[in-house]
């Protein structure tokens, strides 16, 4: 039987039977078990302990009430501003009351204002009549025609100084046009006797070289005269030193070979220790590009733990040092108005993971993007680059991606790549404003990007056959990228920015760390050894060099003695008759060569002096010329000036002459105008004689008088028509009289009851914190009885200022090593801390159900009898309510 199917009846049953759907610890689902008992996060547990005693709800539902205390208040606030309104309304009808005596009184003072007006519009006549007259007279003051005559004086007088200096240069200009003939006529003669003079210097320096040839030829023919004699002389004594010198000779050429030898063997042994010395080198610099290689991997990875560990107490630590700083600087950038929306990013720390498998897969995706900044227009855009500009580098700066913000997500339903087993990387991703997310599908298209964990599926789905509907590309769970005509293979194994798991990142890098710095010593150590065995090969090398220099020395000296010993055997032959002949031609010739010197010497002084004549006159001429165009310059200048000077006159005559004319019509105007003003004057005297014979002394405005006229005009308008109905108006004075008391009395009581219930809520705060206390001291006697059952002691932290639960246990057999954390123990032990700290929620809460999914999947069978027992036992003692254990093992 169908008794009601409303919602509301629904939510009623519930409350009243004190049934918590939504409360964890009255039902734990199997996927919120899993997350409860890896949950390492102290604030998690806060909220869980929160949620399970309910205090979570009651500090939403204070939330609520003060929130709704705050709109009530406004609401009074604007109240009282509509009653201000009603206190006019209400004083403007006191006002009609009481001025109903003063009906005549006004329309007597409205036919003085009349006749007060009448000569006031007659006084502001006079004025402005005597104002024209001023103007009239400043403007005939106006000295228009002295200033036309003194600009035509101007103008004359520079006409005439313009004339005499076009005169002056004209004139020097035709000389300066004659003396550029025998400008050119001097040039041509001096070019052709430089030309001559250079010729006969040449003839005479050939004569003169040609003569010094032949007394050097006749000095080394006298020389070997006289060594022939000398040599014939000792022609006796020579065979004996003949056959001493052929002796020496046969033992220096021996010499030689030995030497030569010697030396060939030298530049073998050279060249072998060169080989050697340039394959050492090579391995030392191979040994240093391994070496930076490495110490720059390890100074990456360095930086990366510095950021994982500076990321445990800030998330934003992980994309990049300067981040929080930069977020901060936005935030007071927004605070002090700089931005029209605010900048939203880093991407990667707005988006959180459905699955945490996928980590590495969604990074290799989305790559500089998870760094990059999202701004609503382009002014923001140059705020955010000025900002960034404190913190990076120029042409370093995380990337900026201006797009509109909005609120709706895009509907990308005709877009999407469709799979039936795989989903898109827009649906293993949320965001925490739809902003990021329709980001990502502008820029890098996540909509079209499938995830396809496993490597084989991932190439038979996109390359062996035709890719899914609207696919262009898709990422394995190792973050490898497959299109449907290649492969590529990811760089990177393990997540930076949507990890979740920092700890057991930083053991990783920790112990990679090691491993590069023993690396690193390995490829250092052996550099220094290939140095020093380089250094030795040097110093062999460069001792076997010198070696080689000294032996070929020596062959250069063996050399030149056999040389010499050879040659002087060889002029001993000369003939001595011949030489002597040679020589008497050789004085002949010289003879003739010294006339034909002194002749080509007289030619070459003749042509200099011609030379220098012609020289002398080109100068004089080019010096004339130079002296004109000095003059002609300034005259340049000069007449230059005198044009501008003149145009300028002339500009300056034509303007002042449109100023006197313009002048002269303005007289005539203004005289025409002031005698309509004095016409309209005469008229309006005998307008106000008629209002008012007697002139009246008026102090005030005519504007003034107007609107008091106006004013008084409307209330004998109402006067009149309410003339009569005075009872009506002392009824609608009464009847506002109460209706503004009645608002006031309201607005009183309303803002009385808001400061009542502004106390009930502080004590009511007050109270929730006691219980709070309570609840919590409560929870930590229960958890601490259970683990006593297990031979065990622990203690719970609760930091309700930071939000915060921590849970330490020390199992039995570790009363050494003090109090741990969950993190040092077993997979079991967790478990089992666990379920008692269920347990003692248990205890504090009142639902009348406690339903447990697959609580004890993760404990080994001591622990889970403990446990199934303690469940029991509970069970038992809480016959009332009712518990449900669901468990995939055995439980005989």
């Excluded at 880093?346 to 945490?356: E, F, M, R, V």
């Excluded at 309006?684 to 009246?696: F, T, Y």
Aim: with cysteine; charged share 35%; glycine share 2%.
């Amino acid at each position: 039987q169908l008794v009601s199917n409303k919602k509301e009846e629904l939510i009623s049953v519930l409350d009243h039977f004190n049934i918590q759907l939504d409360n964890p610890v009255s039902i734990l689902s199997q996927e919120m078990s899993k997350q409860f008992l890896h949950s390492k996060n102290e604030t998690d547990k806060y909220k869980f302990f929160m949620k399970a005693t309910l205090l979570e709800q009651m500090k939403r539902d204070y939330i609520h009430i003060k929130h709704t205390e705050t709109i009530t208040r406004q609401q009074v606030e604007r109240q009282e501003e509509c009653l201000k309104d009603l206190k006019q309304e209400f004083l403007q009808k006191k006002e009609r009351y009481e001025s109903l005596s003063s009906f005549s009184d006004l329309k007597e003072t409205l036919e003085n204002l009349k006749k007060k007006m009448a000569w006031c519009l007659v006084r502001d006549k006079e004025q402005s009549i005597q104002q024209l007259k001023e103007e009239i007279r400043k403007e005939e003051k106006n000295k228009h025609e002295d200033n036309l005559k003194l600009c035509q004086s101007k103008l004359v007088q520079t006409e005439k100084r313009l004339q005499i200096i076009k005169k002056r240069t004209d004139s020097l200009r035709e000389e300066q046009k004659s003396l550029r003939e025998d400008h050119l006529n001097f040039k041509q003669q001096a070019k052709i006797t430089n030309k001559a003079h250079k010729e006969q210097e040449l003839v005479y320096f050939r004569a003169l070289n040609k003569l010094k040839q032949t007394e050097r030829e006749q000095s080394l023919l006298q020389e070997k005269i006289n060594k022939a004699k000398a040599s014939e002389r000792l022609n006796n004594s020579g065979e004996t030193k003949r056959s001493k010198q052929q002796a020496t000779l046969g033992d220096l050429k021996e010499q030689l070979a030995e030497l030569q030898r010697k030396c060939l063997q030298l530049n073998e042994d050279i060249k072998k220790k060169h080989q050697a010395l340039l394959k050492g080198k090579e391995e030392r610099d191979k040994l240093r590009i391994e070496a930076k290689s490495v110490q720059f991997a390890y100074e990456s990875k360095l930086k990366r733990k510095n950021q994982l560990l500076a990321s445990r107490s800030n998330k934003l630590k992980r994309f990049g040092d300067h981040v929080p700083d930069l977020v901060a600087a936005i935030n007071d950038a927004c605070a002090a108005g700089h931005f029209i929306k605010k900048p939203i990013g880093p991407i990667g720390a707005c988006i959180s993971l459905k699955d945490p498998t996928l980590a590495v897969s969604v990074e290799c995706c989305l790559r500089s993007f998870m760094k990059a900044f999202c701004c609503d227009n382009y002014k923001d855009e140059s705020v955010l680059q000025g900002l960034m500009s404190r913190f990076y580098p120029k042409g370093n700066r995380p990337q900026i991606i201006v797009s509109p913000f909005s609120d709706k997500l895009y509907n990308v339903h005709g877009r999407k790549a469709c799979h039936p087993d795989y989903l898109t990387v827009l649906d293993t991703i949320t965001a925490t404003t739809p902003v990021i997310i329709n980001c990502l599908v502008d820029m890098r298209g996540i909509e079209t990007i499938l995830v396809i964990k496993e490597k084989d599926k991932a190439r038979r789905i996109m390359q062996k056959g035709r890719p899914p509907k609207n696919c262009r590309e898709a990422f394995t769970a190792e973050g490898d990228q497959v299109f449907p005509n290649r492969y590529y293979t990811s760089e990177f194994s393990m997540a930076k920015y949507l990890s979740g798991d920092i700890e057991t990142e930083i053991n990783l890098l920790e112990s990679e760390l090691e491993n590069l710095k023993a690396q690193l010593s390995r490829f250092q150590l052996q550099a220094n050894f290939v140095t020093e065995d380089i250094l030795s090969m040097e110093n062999i090398l460069n001792s076997t060099i010198k070696t080689l220099k000294k032996t070929q020395a020596s062959e250069n000296q063996v050399k030149a003695v056999i040389s010499e010993l050879e040659t002087a055997s060889e002029e001993q032959s000369d003939d001595f008759t011949s030489l002597e002949e040679v020589a008497q031609e050789n004085q002949q010739k010289i003879e003739v060569e010294k006339q034909a010197v002194q002749e080509a010497k007289a030619e070459l002084d003749k042509q200099q002096n011609t030379s220098e004549e012609a020289d002398s006159n080109y100068s004089s001429v080019r010096d004339k010329i130079d002296q004109l165009l000095e003059e002609i310059e300034p005259l340049k200048d000069e007449q230059l000036k005198l044009e501008t000077e003149c145009v300028k006159h002339e500009r300056n005559l034509k303007l002042l002459e449109k100023k006197l004319k313009t002048h002269e019509d303005n007289v005539q105007a203004m005289n025409s105008a002031l005698s309509e003003k004095e016409q309209e004057l005469q008229e309006n005297v005998e307008k106000a004689k008629q209002i008012s014979p007697e002139r009246q002394h008026v102090t005030c405005s005519t504007k003034s008088i107007d609107t008091e006229i106006t004013r008084l005009k409307k209330k004998l308008k109402v006067y009149e028509s309410n003339h009569g109905e005075q009872e009506q108006v002392i009824r609608e004075y009464a009847e506002a009289l109460s209706l503004y008391k009645e608002k006031t009395n309201q607005v009183r009581d309303l803002r009385r009851f808001i400061d009542r219930l502004n106390n009930i809520m502080s004590d009511r705060q007050n109270r929730y914190k006691i219980m709070r206390r309570s609840l919590s001291v409560r929870c930590k006697l229960y958890f601490n009885n259970f683990l006593i059952k297990m031979n065990c002691c622990g203690s719970m932290i609760f930091d309700h200022n930071n939000e915060t639960l921590s849970i330490s246990v020390k199992p039995p057999g570790r009363d050494k090593d003090g109090a741990s954390d969950m993190r040092s123990l077993s997979g079991g032990e967790r478990s089992f801390s666990t379920v008692c700290f269920m347990l003692s929620l248990w205890e504090i809460t009142e639902s009348p159900f406690r339903c447990l999914d697959e609580f004890d999947v993760y404990m080994d069978m001591h622990n889970r009898r403990i446990c199934l027992d303690l469940l029991l036992e509970l069970s038992e003692r809480q016959h009332l309510r009712q518990f449900i254990f669901i468990t995939p093992l055995n439980t005989r």
